[in-house]
């Protein structure tokens, strides 16, 4: 048997990550762990945006370069997201007050620093202006472990495309060569240091709280301009790193996005076992740190390898070692189902809310398990992520309630409970649990106001228009730290310079599509352009490929070249269609497809990626970008 210098490297690395399990075993068991003291934290994820497009901008790596000096802010996966990482806040006082500081404080010093690169910053789950193309291989952050978890992941695809499908008011399916879809997704990670004796109590609570705590916090209902689910990143985020393949029979198989597959039954060391032996390791690295040996020597590890092989595998309640500032072993659960956004106080209500209840329900039940299903609390989050607010829940001994009635009469009271207990401010108490509370009442979270607001906004304006406008309208908000539910609606007025000459073709191309097939009959096609008041339809093969264009004036020269209404032809499209069309690319800026249109004397471009029809480009189109330019400059 080689040693473990000349091993393969996972298998060196399996060998300390095993060592690192026995390592937290052995602490718990010694009572290593810190105890009576209760600690909380936060990541805050946000979005870098173009100050005047409110659309994504890739500039994270120049802004680190920039920002060298500040060792809380962090990469993330995209190169058009940023990372904060907030000071640990001991559980008690102003806690809540001081945390909400922080993040305003460091969101002003990026923000003083990224103007002069025209960018600005937005936190909420989804970017409404985010496009599939933001989301290629190039706009990945040069990090390594980044590259090698993508390229693990896509490799356990077999080749297999990653897929994302889901439906809500719209319906999204789409197909992308990475799981870069996940860069889709930023939230607000919320970290509660818990006794490890009472872990395994601690944690079950977490994934109880799951369903409510999402209904409550919901901000991310639109992706690609389709309205879906109302956390639209829990589907997002499990699709998008979903390495399953379809087989033939019905062997099951864990995502490594995932709620977990019971409860607790022990400790921690449950969860670390489980994933160790339901998901395989996706990144090696050399671990000089002998966990083993530094137990021996009275030190505590830093648990490398473990926390490396955590870091990929995403349950939305997640355990968690650190090291304290005394040089103690702590566990915490880092809570990450809730999104970034609304605004930053309405952020803090959700840590309030789930914190405190997270208390107040181990001060009034002894044990969640003997209250209800593990099963009804997988379900009970499923329906948060898709209904928000407007879920209803199984909860305790089988009552079915509704997410309003629960929040207000249960949940809310007991946070209230916990957070006295911690001792925190009163002043804080009141002010973000009736923000909560508010927010219940009026039935307006972040995800509703944005359905609602788009749903408004696309009944006056194209879509990317309409999703311009409600990133703008977020921003102007947000900016003032006003809470969700005092937002008023947006209008055309948050933005009063639309950028069209910066768009491109997809941004602005119909994707609702009506085409026909070579063999189907004019006389149909006539009648459908006559239903649909179009003058331009794209002919596909049964693949979708892009095969000729027919138009109405081809249909009524056709028409009006028969004269015997009775004959027994049947003219088919191949017969007058142009049967090699002019097509662009998605890419394609706006003002160069205008131009081609006009030199090339056409009314309409059909627009083709990697040979499939994806949309079409028309005159009107073009009369639509025409008005809202002359309508900026009479405002001027």
């Not at 809310?353 to 003997?370: E, H, K, N, P």
């Not at 927010?439 to 509703?448: D, L, Q």
């Not at 249109?597 to 639509?624: A, H, S, W, Y």
Request: charged share 25%; net charge neutral.
């Amino acid at each position: 048997m080689a040693s473990i210098a000349e091993s393969p490297p996972m298998l060196t690395f399996m060998r300390a990550l095993l060592t690192d399990i026995e390592a937290v075993e052995y602490m718990l068991n010694h009572q290593w762990f810190e105890t009576g003291v209760s600690r909380i934290g936060a990541e805050q994820e946000m979005c870098l945006v173009d100050a005047k497009t409110f659309k994504p901008l890739p500039l994270a790596v120049e802004v680190l370069e920039l920002m060298k000096d500040c060792p809380w802010l962090d990469y993330e996966l995209a190169r058009f997201n940023l990372e904060v990482n907030l000071n640990p806040q001991d559980f008690t006082g102003n806690c809540f007050n001081l945390m909400e500081q922080e993040i305003h404080q460091r969101l002003q010093y990026i923000r003083e620093h990224i103007g002069g690169l025209g960018a600005d910053l937005i936190l909420t789950g989804i970017l409404p202006t985010i496009r599939k193309y933001d989301l290629e291989r190039h706009n990945l952050t040069p990090r390594e472990r980044y590259n090698l978890l993508i390229d693990a992941m896509t490799a356990q695809r077999n080749g297999q495309a990653f897929e994302f499908k889901l439906r809500g008011i719209d319906e999204l399916q789409v197909r992308h060569d990475t799981p870069l879809l996940e860069a889709c997704n930023t939230s607000f990670q919320i970290h509660l240091q818990v006794n490890p004796e009472t872990y395994a109590q601690s944690y079950n609570f977490s994934l109880a709280l799951s369903g409510p705590t999402l209904a409550l916090g919901a901000n991310s209902p639109i992706v690609f301009g389709r309205r879906l689910w109302h956390e639209s990143r829990i589907a997002l985020f499990q699709q998008a790193l979903d390495v399953r393949t379809t087989h033939d029979h019905l062997r099951e198989r864990s995502t490594r996005v995932n709620f977990g597959n019971n409860w607790v039954e022990h400790s921690i060391l449950d969860i670390y076992r489980e994933d160790l032996a339901r998901f395989r390791t996706l990144i090696a690295r050399d671990i000089e740190e002998d966990a083993g040996e530094m137990i021996r020597n009275g030190k505590t590890p830093k648990l490398l390898a473990l926390r490396l092989h955590n870091s990929s595998i995403y349950r939305w309640n997640r355990p968690y070692y650190g090291i304290s500032p005394n040089g103690k072993p702590h566990l915490r659960i880092e809570n990450r189902i809730l999104p970034a956004g609304p605004s930053v106080v309405d952020q803090m209500a959700n840590t309030a809310f789930w914190t405190g209840a997270m208390i107040g329900c181990q001060l009034s039940y002894a044990d969640v398990r003997s209250k209800m299903s593990w099963e009804d609390t997988r379900s009970n989050f499923e329906k948060a992520a898709a209904f928000g607010l407007e879920s209803k829940f199984t909860w305790f001994d089988g009552k079915k309630i509704n997410a309003r009635d629960l929040l207000l009469q249960e949940l809310i009271p007991l946070a209230r409970l916990g957070l006295q207990e911690r001792k925190v401010a009163t002043g804080d108490i009141d002010h973000y649990l009736g923000i909560a509370e508010e927010r219940v009442k009026r039935h307006t979270n972040g995800a509703i106001w944005q359905l609602n607001g788009y749903s408004h906004l696309r009944r006056k304006s194209r879509e990317d228009e309409a999703l311009v406008t409600l990133t703008a309208a977020i921003h102007n908000r947000q900016k003032q730290n006003i809470p969700v539910h005092e937002w008023t609606s947006p209008g055309l007025g948050d933005l009063p310079s639309y950028p069209a000459r910066s768009l491109k073709v997809e941004e602005y191309m119909t994707t609702d599509l009506f085409t026909v097939q070579k063999d189907d009959l004019i006389h149909l096609v006539a009648k459908l352009m006559d239903w649909r008041r179009i003058r331009y339809m794209p002919v596909e093969d049964a693949k979708g490929h892009l095969c000729g264009l027919i138009t109405s004036r081809l249909v009524l020269r056709f028409l009006a070249q028969q004269t015997d209404l009775g004959q027994k032809q049947s003219p088919q499209v191949q017969d007058i269609m142009i049967a090699q069309p002019i097509s662009v690319h998605p890419s394609m800026l706006i003002l160069d497809a205008i131009k081609l249109m006009r030199d090339k004397k056409i009314g309409c471009l059909p627009v083709v990626q990697n040979e499939e029809l994806v949309g079409i480009i028309t005159e009107n189109d073009f009369l639509d970008i025409t008005a809202r330019l002359i309508e900026q400059l009479e405002r001027r």
